[in-house]
């Protein structure tokens, strides 16, 4: 775990579980959610249809494609900033993560880092999921990791999904316990 900008335990707990695709977002970012008693999206719900077939004919999206999505998607996490809230969003820039705060200030980031055979492992074996495996490469090259001034904690994918959890709520000093 590395913990990249400083962050402090204060309820209520706003988050972006982010990483490329197959990092296991969803997953651990469901089990996130439970343990913070807080409601669960994820970003994939936020697309487009025309996103959506894009993504799914293989084509990468552009800036232009993101800006509307991520606009949903902060709009969201804004509306539940007082109560919380995790969603599983890629993420993969630095300009979507400031635009994703810029609406949600107490914005929070767990990033799920690890191999690129990791991913494609994980990517290859799911079923009824719109993004192919061919993707993975170009989020591999566009992912930018955290800067040390981003509320971020990095984690390794690789671990069980309990155990990164657990994991970013000691990085945060919370147990996810209800107070």
Request: hydrophobic share 40%.
């Amino acid at each position: 775990m590395t913990q990249v900008g400083g962050l402090s335990a204060a309820k209520p707990v706003v988050v972006v579980v982010m990483g490329v695709s197959g990092s296991g977002k969803t997953t651990v970012g469901t089990r996130l959610a439970a343990r913070l008693e807080v409601e669960f999206a994820d970003a994939d719900e936020f697309h487009t249809a025309p996103n959506i077939a894009k993504m799914a004919a293989g084509m990468p999206l552009s800036d232009d494609d993101r800006w509307p999505w991520l606009d949903a998607i902060g709009s969201w996490l804004q509306s539940r900033s007082d109560n919380g809230a995790v969603v599983a969003c890629s993420a993969l820039r630095r300009r979507y993560r400031d635009a994703l705060r810029e609406q949600a200030p107490g914005l929070r980031f767990l990033h799920l880092e690890g191999s690129r055979e990791l991913f494609g492992r994980r990517v290859q074996t799911r079923s009824h999921h719109f993004m192919p495996v061919s993707l993975l490469e170009s989020q591999l090259a566009a992912i930018e990791r955290p800067g040390p001034d981003e509320p971020a904690i990095c984690v390794d994918a690789s671990l069980s999904p309990e155990a990164i959890v657990d994991t970013f709520l000691e990085a945060i000093g919370g147990s996810g316990q209800p107070s």
